[in-house]
């Protein structure tokens, strides 16, 4: 049973997030997601998004950041890495 089964608004841009398929291989920490998709906010706009990188380059001199990202089946909101703009959206299922 799915907790969220609407797409959610984030709470950083205001924007629509999006379903984004879940994928097989351990990611992110995670060696298993118990849902099919995730919520993530793909707004390159994203104030959390933008920011993310500034943070990950003081901090690590990385070209990083992470995307807003909601676990529809138990609600709970967590940052989700990513390397570039368009990594990870090629598995958005819906926009
Ligand atoms: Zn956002």
């Not at 994203?46 to 990385?62: I, L």
Request: hydrophobic share 35%.
């Amino acid at each position: 049973m799915l907790k969220v089964t609407e797409a959610p608004i984030c709470e950083h841009c205001g924007k629509k997030m999006s379903q984004w398929e879940t994928p097989q291989m351990p990611f992110a920490g995670s060696t298993t997601w118990h849902t099919e998709f995730l919520y993530i906010c793909f707004n390159d706009e994203c104030s959390y998004f933008v920011n993310g990188f500034d943070w990950m380059w003081n901090n690590y001199h990385r070209t990083a950041s992470y995307r807003h990202m909601i676990d529809p089946g138990n609600g709970l909101a967590s940052p989700i890495p990513v390397k570039s703009r368009q990594h990870l959206k090629e598995a958005i299922i819906e926009k």
